[in-house]
């Protein structure tokens, strides 16, 4: 089960009470006080894993608490301290305060781990109380309080680059031919119903990582389909992939303008990231309907059809490719960075895709 946002209480330990005792000893006369004091209340922290993908692991409502410290005792012992308590979530984990909205961590890097709520102090043992007036204390303090706080767990997935399109236009394929993730394909929509996130490798020692969000459909802004549900998983995606399907009854302007227009509306920032796209299931449409639907699309899209590449795209078929990646050499962000024909059924223009995905990553690296 794929869960993308929870509701939790958390409480830190109480701290543990501070004893009252006096030392009563053969051949002593008029022992004093020596009561410990109490431990301290366990701290709650958040880590940051790798390991874990979802937030599954959390129930409805849950009630997350740390150790509380245990009591002092006699002898001047202190009593021992609450164990803290390791609440472990996905990277791109954010904590809200579930009243006000605001985002109090922001969990990203794998090994990350912060204390959130800090746990109560023990309360002091009645040897502290004595004094030249008051040789024999009865009063040690109680432990103090732990902290609460009721939060909102809110799963956004990190990606380099974000597959967008409407359902069924061969996101998963794609995915899983250029990647290590293995989604589930199948010939009807919605087949994706949770995002994947997937590691492209270029070459030994470089990559980049893609997401495979669920279809998106007219309306998914306002929640329809699937709608915002998994649209907010590529807010933290720089580059998206718009995937505009060759072979659909959607008209191809149509697609791409639904697309642009859902994306826009749900976040402006995310409207004006970078972006490529790619014509898919090329193989599906007769050899002659190919070359003037892409020509018509690029023409379309205001650029003009490439006669060369460095990442060796199909010059049998029409595509369109900036120059260069970096704004500084030209590049224009309001325009695609590469519009080409692909298929990942016979691996049509999928190595010149990867490579030409990875430079437009590399670039927003540096």
Known sequence: ???DS???????????????AFRREKFVLNGGPNGGDG??????????????????HFQKKM?????????GEGSRMSGKSGQKKVIIVPPGTQIVDAESGEILLDMLVDGQEIKFLEGGKGGLGNIHFKSSTNQRPTYAQPGEKGETREIKLDLKLI???????FPNVGKSTLISTVSNARPEIANYEFTTLTPKLGQVDIGDFESFVMADIPGIIGGAH???????????????????????????????????????????????????????????????VPPEDVDSL??????????????????????????????????TLGYDS?????????????????SALKHALFNLVQVDRD
């Open 294 to 327: 892409v020509n018509g699309f690029i023409e379309l899209m205001g650029v003009e059809a490439s006669k060369e590449s460095e990442f060796d795209f199909d010059d049998s078929l029409p595509y369109f490719i900036q120059k260069s990646a970096d704004k």
């Open 63 to 71: 009630h997350i608490k740390a150790d509380g410290g245990r009591p």
């Open 1 to 3: 089960m794929f869960t």
């Open 159 to 165: 990606a380099d680059v974000g597959l967008v399109g």
């Open 222 to 284: 306002e929640g329809k389909g699937l709608g915002i549900e998994f649209l907010r998983h590529i807010e933290r995606t720089k580059i998206l992939l718009y995937m505009i399907d060759l072979a659909s009854y959607r008209d191809l302007k149509e697609q791409i303008d639904t697309l642009k227009d859902e994306i826009s509306s749900f976040s402006k920032t995310l409207g004006e990231n970078k972006f490529a796209i790619a014509l898919t299931r090329q193989d599906v």
């Open 6 to 20: 929870v509701e939790l209480k958390v409480s830190s330990g109480k701290g543990g009470q501070g004893c009252v």
């Open 334 to 350: 309001s325009k695609p960075y590469f519009i080409a024909p692909i298929s990942s059924a016979t691996s049509k223009n999928i």
């Open 39 to 56: 431990g301290k209340g366990g701290d709650i922290w958040f880590k940051c894993d790798n390991n874990t993908h979802t937030l599954s």
